[in-house]
């Protein structure tokens, strides 16, 4: 087995908490259409499959599904709300932070691997003071019509980290980052209190943790 030497990290629901900076956007789009609001939790549960899914999700939840027609429009709208604003209320989780520091310490690589759109991603992580830390962000956006559970974004990743698959862990918090690991061959660890719709027990990940003290422990564990 490789040496571990990468670590590549889902972002939302994983490192940071954006809920409600995306649940305000949606709700502005929703209200602008006439649409009844989305409770947090609500639009928590359309999270992790990229703006456009988040946008059907929530327009099916409060009347009907738009049309096929319509999606690109609403989904550049929801952006435009959600660009200007998205790192009001978003926070890093308790010890993220400290964590990204240990393993850049120890002389990993750190990458994102996101649905988010990339320059969402990269306003966040200037604004979070994370952008240092990361040598290589691919956001859902970044490759055309490729975004997780497609494989192809993850490898992405790990080609602008000029690591291999098996020299690298991912972690995030939801089905898709399960599949993208496993589908090109890489263990994977889940945050548990992200925001699958699928408990972190049940996602078939090689370990779960719900503290970040614990992360560089796990993998090291791993590898």
Do not use: W
């Not at 949606?26 to 499959?49: F, Q, T």
């Not at 991603?121 to 997780?148: N, Q, W």
């Not at 599949?179 to 945050?191: D, F, I, L, W, Y």
Request: hydrophobic letters at 50%; glycine letters at 8%.
């Amino acid at each position: 087995m490789s040496a571990l030497a990468a670590v590549v990290f889902d972002l939302d629901g994983t490192l940071i908490d954006s809920a409600p900076d995306i649940h305000s956007a949606v709700n502005r789009l929703l209200a602008a259409e006439g649409r009844v609001l989305l409770s947090l939790d609500a639009a928590v549960g359309m999270i992790g499959d990229g703006a456009a899914k988040l946008v059907e999700r929530a327009f099916a939840a409060t009347g009907a599904a738009p049309a096929s027609a319509d999606l690109p429009d609403l989904t550049r709208r929801f952006l435009a709300y959600y660009q200007t604003d998205a790192v009001r209320l978003t926070r890093l989780y308790d010890g993220a932070r400290e964590t990204l520091a240990q393993l850049r310490g120890r002389d990993l690589a750190l990458g994102i691997c996101t649905n988010k759109p990339e320059a969402a991603t990269h306003e966040i992580l200037e604004s979070l003071r994370l952008a240092p830390l990361f040598d290589a962000v691919v956001g859902g956006d970044s490759l055309d019509g490729i975004r997780k559970p497609d494989p192809r974004a993850l490898l992405a990743v790990l080609e602008r980290l000029h690591v291999a698959p098996a020299a690298a862990i991912m972690v995030g918090d939801n089905a898709n980052d399960v599949q993208s690991a496993r589908a090109v061959g890489m263990p994977v660890v889940v945050r548990a209190g992200g925001y699958s719709r699928t408990p972190a027990a049940e996602l078939g990940a090689d370990a779960v943790f719900d503290d970040f003290g614990r992360l560089p422990d796990i993998l090291s564990g791993l590898r």
